[in-house]
């Protein structure tokens, strides 16, 4: 996987891309042990949830030198769904798509149900990855469990962030 990485021309569209994108200029690999403390840095550093943090299965979105620019995972759920997550881009690579070389190949390796948790402003970002929102009744106890304490914790400190639950087919 190393080399100049383009998503294949089919998706070009589908996630709404430009038809002639430059190359992009960095590389995608799995995450060694040595990395794990940089996840950390880098999820904490992007203020999303950091639980769940196993280096074993990130991808990691890595610079021509070498150095780590963004991340993320399928996490599993003891109920056996399955979840997008710790999705992050360093600040001064974000708008490349970094983010969406990530996602696609996450998608592409995980082909089946999916959901995810993100902030509702996201949610039209998903939207272009197929993921669409799920109403609560339709959560798993796991995401009824996290939108119920969000929500919550939303209420005690006065957040106007809304947590979206999505899932994707």
Known sequence: MRGHLTPPPGWLKWVGMETNPQ????SLRPATR???ATIRKIISDANINPLGLNWQRFM?????AGNIIGCGQIKPHSDGTYELASIAVLPEW???G???RIILYLLEQHPG???LTCRAQL???YRKFGFEPIEEKEMTPYFRRITRMVRIFNRIIRLPDRLLVMGRD
């Open 60 to 64: 990691l979105a890595v610079d021509q």
């Open 34 to 36: 040595a990395e794990a």
């Open 123 to 125: 949610g039209s970002l």
């Open 23 to 26: 190359p992009l200029q960095f």
């Open 98 to 100: 970094v983010a969406r």
């Open 94 to 96: 974000r708008g490349r």
């Open 113 to 115: 149900r999916l959901y």
